[in-house]
Each structure stands twice: as C-alpha cells, then as structure tokens.
C-alpha cells in the first residue's frame, strides 16, 4: 500500500475550488462525465462513469472533503483528504490519499495531478 501526498496552488477561491470537488454539475462539466456526488457523511459518490467510487466520510464547507475510495476486495480503507487553505489570493489544496494499492498508485497519482487537479485549475482559469 503506497500513500499519495501533494499540495497545488491554484489562482481561485477556495468556495469554487470545493464547488468543484462536491457539486455534481461542476465536476460533470470539468471532466466530461456523468458524476455522483454528495457531501453527505455516508453518501456513495461515482466519477467516470464508476472508474473511481466511493463514499463521503466528511465534508466541511470550503475547507476540506475526506473520502473513502473502494478498491475492490481491499482490506484497509483507501482514505484521500482534500484540505483547502486560502493564500494570497490562491487557494493551497493539499490531497493526501493512503492505502493505496500498489498496483493503482501510477493512475491514482496521475489521475489527481492531470485529470483532477489540472482540470479543475483548467476550469476556472480558462485560456481564451
């Protein structure tokens, strides 16, 4: 089991940031996915089309979202919290996600620096 630990500083507030990682119509928007979710402690949540699955364990408003992502058969909990810390007019956004499968670290690691990260920042800064 292999823990993923990275902090982004991204040109946007933190309410956005979090709209981004919890509203349903935002992140469909932003990966170009159906997505289920919910910040409701217990709520099951679905991105890319169930490529990752999970369930909310906490959810405070614009500061952080701590979830358990479901690999399988695994034992031990695969927990990623998102802490979200406004700074001179960025927000520092710090994932630490542990127990994560040795076979899956490459793709998670990669899936939340391009495919998460890197879209959301993509998002709300657009390039015109």
Not at 44 to 59: H, N
Not at 60 to 84: D, M, P, Y
Not at 92 to 108: A, F, G, L, R
Not at 113 to 126: D, K, R
Request: net charge negative; proline share 3%.
């Amino acid at each position: 089991m292999k823990t993923f630990k990275k902090t982004y500083s991204i040109n946007a507030g933190a309410e956005d940031i979090y709209a981004s990682l919890t509203n349903a119509v935002t992140i469909e928007i932003w990966s170009g996915y159906p997505a289920e979710m919910s910040t409701q402690p217990g709520s099951l949540f679905s991105l890319w089309e169930g490529d990752i699955e999970g369930m909310i364990i906490e959810a405070e408003k614009n500061k952080k979202l701590v979830q358990e992502w479901f690999f399988g058969e695994q034992i031990e909990r695969s927990i990623a919290t998102i802490i979200l810390v406004r700074d001179f007019g960025r927000t520092q956004v710090t994932v630490e996600h542990t127990n994560i499968p040795d076979s899956d670290y490459k793709n998670i690691a990669t899936g939340w620096s391009e495919y998460i990260m890197a879209a959301i920042e993509n998002f709300l800064n657009p390039n015109f």
